[in-house]
């Protein structure tokens, strides 16, 4: 029972002429936005908090009490709801995928919040304690759907460059630094975004360690891009004798760090002198070994070794390898390769 601002129907024209717009919402579809125009007489059939509120509610105490009867993890983050977790999902795939560019999604990013926050029919006492935790919730939705989509390009990356080689990518551990910090690069954005629109209305900033740390996305990763990588390789491979977790899943890669482990092919061409765009680290290879940890860890495994010395470079990109904590079960034949660009 909701009017568009696109639809001359018969009910929106009936609500049009029945009531007052309350507050207008930002939707997007197909790579681009559209409002949609709700009505105070529709005004309990809206799920979200903000349209439960009275606009002309005074009293802070009461305001806060509804805040606490609608909001989430104390009041902290809002739950969105699921038309905003699909549209967010859809918006970050379009970025990944090249259809809509960085300062397009920040655009976006606003737009929810001035659709939510903007009306200046809505009371300001309510905007400036309640924005917080809405921003809250756009956060939580946007990093899912950003840390998510870089991890899949992570993979990828990673399945091409094995099937690309005579590999296969069952069984693989692929990591790219790059699309880490792509993934980080975004999530700082957004939170100078949330920062600048609360500073707009006068809010507190959102306390974005806390968002991490009590996401109700916890059981798939959380809302980082290590948290689900880490997450779902180890979902994949806990079956195939192969054990990881991150120790640190906040620790940071050096940048260029390029990892990957698989199952050792005699016929796999990877390391035989071809032009890469990766400066070749250390590679090693072994068939039935029965080491625990990486292969990387033990020089006599190793095949193919650059001349590279134990510099700075070197100790940072072997303690992130550490971190990975991986952990065969089962001799195996196997294959690790370690760039740096």
């Known amino acids: 029972m909701i009017g568009t601002s696109n639809n001359i129907g018969t009910d929106h024209q ?16 197909n790579g681009k936005g559209q409002e949609e125009e709700y009505y105070a007489k529709d005004a309990l059939e809206i799920t979200h908090s903000l349209s439960k509120i009275s606009p002309d509610v005074d009293n802070y105490e009461e305001i806060k009490q509804m805040l606490k009867n609608n909001l989430i993890n104390g009041g902290k983050i809002d739950y969105l ?17 090249g259809k809509i560019n960085r300062d397009e999604v920040k655009n976006i990013f606003k ?12 009371n300001q006492n309510y905007v400036k ?10 956060y939580e939705l946007f990093s899912e759907a950003n840390a998510s989509n870089a991890y899949v390009k992570n993979m990828e990356e990673g399945e091409a460059l094995m099937e690309g080689h005579g590999l296969t990518w069952n069984g693989t551990y692929y990591y790219n630094a790059d699309w880490y910090y792509a993934c980080e690069e975004m999530q700082e954005m957004f939170r100078e975004t949330a920062n600048d629109l609360a500073d707009e209305v006068g809010a507190e900033h959102v306390d974005f360690e806390y968002v ?16 689900i990588w880490d997450c779902i390789k180890w979902q994949i491979n806990c079956d195939r004798g192969i054990n990881s977790r991150f120790l640190n899943k906040d620790m940071a890669p050096p940048k260029g760090f390029v990892y990957c482990s698989t199952n050792w092919n005699e016929k796999a061409d ?49 303690a992130f390898l550490k971190n990975f904590n991986i952990q065969w079960n089962r001799r195996c034949d196997r294959m690790e390769f370690l760039y740096v660009r």
């Open 81 to 97: 709801g699921s038309k905003y977790k699909s549209e967010i999902s859809e918006i970050m795939s379009d970025y990944y995928s």
């Open 270 to 318: 990877l390391y035989k002198g071809k032009d890469h765009s990766f400066m070749l680290f250390l590679l090693a290879a072994a068939q039935n070994t029965d080491e625990k940890d990486s292969l990387l860890f033990h020089d006599k495994k190793y095949s193919h070794s650059s001349k590279w010395e134990k510099n700075d470079t070197y100790h940072s990109a072997m």
């Open 129 to 138: 304690h309640s924005a917080t935790s809405f921003l809250a919730g756009l």
């Open 14 to 29: 009936q609500y049009a002429q029945g009531g007052t717009i309350l507050r207008k919402t930002y939707s997007y579809k």
């Open 111 to 122: 737009e929810y919040f001035y659709h939510a926050f903007g009306n200046s029919s809505v």
């Open 212 to 227: 991490e740390k009590n996401t109700r996305f916890k059981l798939t990763g959380g809302i980082t891009f290590n948290g």
